[in-house]
């Protein structure tokens, strides 16, 4: 994994992931649980290790006594510590709804580490809500936002991607009830989106997953070479010719003389006849169309000897 690191009893790098995230959480200093903690608190050498039913009833117990502590303080971090290395267990249990994803599980946990952060950051006693209640949303949540981050071939905004899921629902809701795929209309009725704001996000979608040109494309039966998709897309813009053309004629331009500059202008710029450049210019439409005839044989020498 590219930007969380991972989060241990003895690493500052969960903190510098975090950081590195938006700095959303704050002061992660998991220094060990070794050393006893304050004296009204019991000490707990291997979170680890604890029951899943002790460790609910220590969890309230540290909570209580972390609402009291200043923050920043040796006890403080002791609690606070323990609180995340007590409820592990909760990242790993919210972890295995993903264990599909092509990413490694010790990964998903790290991600999931810093939602338990930030629940227990966030958590409020008065609320009188279980912590394990409160808790899971913000694990999943923080492994949902990062699949949703990484796993876009293509890079879209964040409203983009959470509209993707959005119509993703609707479309599901709409086609039970409609018997039907629903319109561009009906989905922006449904979302309360202008149609705009529906087809950017069915636009953006599609870079989800996205396929190489070079990948191969169906091949025909009895066909010896295999095609890709870029033999399939696109053609030869004949303009480029004419852009390669005009880069090629701009330095031998510079190279005549300012009066058949100017004949050129007028001729193939402003589209005057050889009888108008001759008004413009006080002389003969046959001497215009001498001038106009050895510049373009310049121009045209110059050309081929290039080539």
């Known amino acids: 994994m590219n930007d969380t690191a991972t989060v241990t009893m003895s690493t500052l790098t969960a903190a510098e992931a975090e950081q590195a995230r938006g700095g959303q959480v704050r002061d992660i200093a998991l220094n060990g649980v070794e050393t006893a903690g304050p004296s009204d608190l019991p000490t707990v050498d291997d979170p680890a290790k604890v029951a899943p039913k002790d460790a609910r009833v220590l969890t309230k117990t540290f909570l209580d006594r972390l609402t009291e502590l200043e923050e920043g303080t040796h006890e403080y971090q002791y609690v606070r510590n323990t609180l995340i290395e007590l409820n592990l267990s909760l990242v790993r249990y919210a972890a295995r709804r993903f264990h599909n994803r092509s990413v490694e599980m010790e990964d998903i946990v790290q991600v999931g580490t810093i939602g338990l952060i930030k629940a227990i950051d966030r958590f409020d006693l008065s609320r009188e809500v279980e912590f394990t209640t409160f808790a899971v949303p913000y694990i999943v949540g923080e492994i949902k936002r990062f699949f949703r981050d990484t ?20 479309n599901e809701e709409l086609f039970q009830r409609l018997d039907r795929s629903p319109t561009t209309a009906e989905l922006a009725e449904h979302l309360q989106l202008s149609e705009d704001e529906v087809v950017d996000g069915l636009v953006a979608s599609n870079g989800y997953l996205t396929s190489s040109l070079d990948a191969p494309a169906e091949q025909e039966s009895g066909a010896t ?59 003969s439409q046959m ?13 045209r020498r110059g050309m081929l000897a290039e080539e």
């Open 225 to 283: 070479r295999v095609t890709t998709y870029a033999d399939r897309f696109g053609d030869v813009d004949p303009a480029m010719e004419a852009v390669e053309n005009l880069h090629a004629l701009k330095p031998l331009v510079e190279e005549l003389g300012e009066r058949d500059r100017r004949i050129l202008q007028l001729r193939f710029g402003e589209e005057m006849t050889q009888s108008e450049i001759g008004a413009e210019l006080g002389v």
């Open 151 to 170: 796993s876009w071939a293509v890079h879209v905004p964040r409203r983009l991607q959470e509209l993707r899921i959005d119509l993703a629902k609707a």
């Open 287 to 299: 001497h215009v169309s001498r001038l106009l005839s050895r510049a373009l044989s310049r121009l």
